[in-house]
Structures are given as C-alpha cells and as structure tokens.
C-alpha cells in the first residue's frame, strides 16, 4: 500500500488537482444546465467534462512514465504520457463537436434561460476554481522549467517557458485557461440573456467555447504527436547540457551533441573531446565524471557518451559544425 501512494506521488499533481476540481464543476454545471435550460452552461459543463475525464487519464499517465527503464523498455516510458494525451485529445474533440452542434441548435431555437441566481453562483465558483488551478499549473510550469519568477512575474514566465514543461502540465494549462475564459463567456451570455432582450448571445457563447476547446485540441495534439514521434530538446536546455559538460577542465570540446526529450525527461548521446596525452582509464574516469555530473540534474533520465582526443577543431562553438538533429 505505501509504495503504491509513493508511485501515486509521483505523479503530476497539477493534473490530479485539475481532476478532482473538474468533476465537482461539472456536477454543479450540469445541475445548474438542465435546471435553467441556458445553452452556454451547458457548453460549460461539457468543457468540464472533458477537462475531468482527460486530466483523469493524464495523472494516471504521469504515473506510468515515471516507471523505471527496464530491459525490454530501455529508454524508460517518458512517451507513455503523449499516449494518454493523445486519447484526452480525441475526448476533447467529441466534446468540442457537441458543444459546437448545441451552439447551433441554440442559434435556430433561442431559448430562454431561468434560474439565474444558480446560473450565477455556478458560473462564478467555475471562475474561481479554474483560475485557481490554472495558477497551479503556471507555478508548476515556473517550478519544471527552473524559471526565476515570483509574485505577477509567473504569468508572463509561464507562457515564455509553457513549451518546455511537462505534457501533463501543458495540457493543464492550456485547458484551464480556455475553462476560464469559457466560463467567463458562458457568465456573460447568461446576463446579457436574462436582463436583456438578446437570446442569441447563448448560442454564440457556445460556438465560441467548443472553438475555444477546438484550439486545444490542435494545440495538445500537436505538442504530443512530435513527442510521440521523439522531439529534440529546446535549445535552452541543449545549451544547459553543453555547458555541464564543457565546465569539465578536461574537457575540451563537444564533437556531437544530441538530446532527445521523452516526456518530461531528457536524453543525452554525445561524443566529448578530452586533452590529449591521458590513459585509457583516465579517459574513462573523466567520462563517467561528466556522466553522473549529467545525471544528477533532474530533467535527465538517460546519458550515453563517447570519448575522443581533441582533434585540435572548435566544433561545438560553429554553428555549422552542430549535428542535426534526427526525431525519432
């Protein structure tokens, strides 16, 4: 039992609290949509919906890719997150779909909606609850990124670095934004359609958040079909690792060069020039130096190095002389 609550913890915490946070809101929206009859409540709860059941797979996800490598998996199952996105995707986009045809339907058959005080209340706790998770997981994108930022300055940090933090912690952020801002439209329709004369503004909320639902699809579905397919690492963190390594006195330069990122991870294959003149075992006490150097940074799962003598050519510090980077 305690190592299953330990393997639970390390799960994404951003995506577990997003889970729980959802399925309430949901409930609420749903009660709250079939009690008023207000189109753009019910484009809210089933963005909700969707946002439970996909940060549900995602946590469960996170959970299976911080398994170990094992023989037949030698490279670990940093990808095993992508998979769980991608299936939180296509349940997006059902729910984008329906939420799109109610909007329509609302369009050619207004309705007019009741019960606005529970309309409201709903409305304004869904407000409340997304943002609050939608702060965790910018913070939780400052904390992955090791950005220095604090206090107002997350916010811009967390879309600088958004791309480089983990898929479960992108698919929070992204979905939680749109929750926010669909349950802020979905509000809006719901005053301007009790206090005025206007009913078409309830079907043009709701097209207007399965749209909204719709970028996120394309958005997560693309960040994962290239981490499916073996994404190279930013150039920030190449540049991290270049310097791990050159910060070696031994080391003179970094002939190859190339990481692939596997989920939140990071792998490191290279070839490093040492100075010329040292003995085989020397070579090799200075290679397993960089490499546990390298390993002992969070973000890397997996370094395989070669060792050659300086060839007496700067090859990391040309541009030209970078390798390309192969996906896959």
Request: aromatic share 8%; charged share 20%.
């Amino acid at each position: 039992m305690s190592s299953l609550l330990e393997t639970l913890k390390k799960g994404n915490m951003s995506s577990l609290t997003a889970a729980i946070g959802n399925t309430g809101i949901a409930i609420l929206k749903a009660i709250a949509a079939a009690m008023s009859g207000s189109g753009a409540m019910f484009a809210s709860a089933m963005h909700s919906v969707a946002d439970a059941i996909n940060q549900g797979f995602v946590f469960v996800g996170s959970v299976l890719a911080e398994r170990k490598p094992s023989p037949k998996f030698p490279v670990g199952f940093g990808r095993v997150i992508n998979i769980f996105c991608m299936v939180a995707v296509i349940v997006v986009s059902i729910m984008a779909y329906e939420t799109i045809k109610e909007g329509i339907h609302l369009l050619n058959h207004p309705a007019h909606s009741s019960h606005f005080w529970i309309n409201f209340i709903v409305l304004a706790v869904a407000i409340i609850v997304d943002g609050v998770v939608w702060v965790k997981a910018m913070k939780e994108i400052v904390h992955e990124t090791r950005a220095e930022a604090k206090g107002f300055a997350i916010f811009a940090a967390s879309f600088k670095h958004v791309g480089r933090a983990a898929p479960p912690t992108r698919l929070v952020f992204y979905e939680d934004l749109v929750a926010t801002l669909g349950s802020t439209l979905a509000l809006i329709a719901v005053l301007v359609s009790t206090f005025t004369s206007v009913q078409l503004l309830d079907g043009i909320a709701t097209i207007l958040i399965g749209c909204l639902m719709i970028g996120v699809v394309f958005k997560v579905g693309y960040d994962n079909m290239v981490g499916l397919i073996g994404v190279a690492a930013p150039k920030a963190v190449e540049d991290k690792v270049a310097r791990m390594i050159l910060a070696d006195s031994h080391v003179t330069d970094i002939n190859k060069l190339r990481i692939i990122q596997e989920g939140r991870f990071y792998h490191v294959e290279g070839y490093i020039e040492l100075i010329k003149g040292l003995s085989l075992a020397d070579a090799d006490d200075i290679k397993f130096r960089v490499r546990d150097k390298l390993l002992n940074d969070p973000d890397i799962s997996d370094v395989i190095l070669g060792i050659i003598e300086d060839n007496g050519v700067q090859d990391w510090n040309k541009a030209e002389s970078r390798p390309a980077v192969t996906q896959g």
